[in-house]
């Protein structure tokens, strides 16, 4: 049986992990992508925009997606020097994580937002690079960060 640690060592062509789209399987996930971001040698801090982009979006896909009904994920990842690249599947209904995230209120007090949205920010502006399409019934997100030495890209508007 291959584990996630087999499948990291060989990425540098591509690896696959599929789980159900369930709060307990946000761990395997995560180990996942540290695992990859540890084969590309991110350093912490680039292994950590990912590890947080890759969760909120996952999760999202549970909660929201899928509604907390059965589903599957779909996660591909390929690290290489120059850094690592995600790809999220999912069969929930559309969203595009682009179009549904709400940037933040500078000048509006925390009680006086509104709940939601803030997370998808944060993931999209942690990575250096996000793409988002839906074909077949599937989303497909892909997210890269690149190694150290790599400037990430400003945030979106």
């Given at each position: 049986m291959t584990t996630v640690t087999d499948m990291v060592e060989l990425a540098r062509t591509s690896c696959v992990l599929e789980v159900p789209a369930t709060v307990g399987a946000l761990g395997e996930i995560a180990t996942f992508v540290l695992r990859l971001a540890g084969a590309a040698g991110l350093d912490k801090g680039a292994a950590y925009r990912l590890r947080l982009?890759?969760?909120?979006?996952?999760?999202?896909?549970?909660?929201?997606?899928?509604?907390?009904?059965?589903?599957?994920?779909?996660?591909?990842?390929?690290?290489?020097?120059?850094?690592?690249?995600?790809?999220?599947?999912?069969?929930?209904?559309?969203?595009?994580?682009?179009?549904?995230?709400?940037?933040?209120?500078?000048?509006?007090?925390?009680?006086?937002?509104?709940?939601?949205?803030?997370?998808?920010?944060?993931?999209?502006?942690?990575?250096?690079?996000?793409?988002?399409?839906?074909?077949?019934?599937?989303?497909?997100?892909t997210l890269t960060v690149k190694a150290e030495g790599t400037d990430r890209c400003p945030p979106r508007p």
């Amino acid at each position: 049986m291959t584990t996630v640690t087999d499948m990291v060592e060989l990425a540098r062509t591509s690896c696959v992990l599929e789980v159900p789209a369930t709060v307990g399987a946000l761990g395997e996930i995560a180990t996942f992508v540290l695992r990859l971001a540890g084969a590309a040698g991110l350093d912490k801090g680039a292994a950590y925009r990912l590890r947080l982009a890759v969760d909120e979006l996952a999760t999202n896909v549970v909660m929201h997606g899928y509604r907390g009904g059965g589903g599957r994920i779909t996660v591909r990842g390929r690290s290489g020097p120059g850094g690592v690249q995600i790809v999220i599947e999912d069969t929930a209904p559309p969203f595009d994580p682009v179009e549904g995230r709400l940037p933040p209120a500078p000048g509006v007090p925390p009680e006086e937002r509104r709940i939601g949205g803030l997370g998808i920010h944060l993931a999209l502006t942690s990575v250096d690079e996000f793409g988002y399409a839906h074909r077949d019934g599937r989303n497909i997100s892909t997210l890269t960060v690149k190694a150290e030495g790599t400037d990430r890209c400003p945030p979106r508007p």
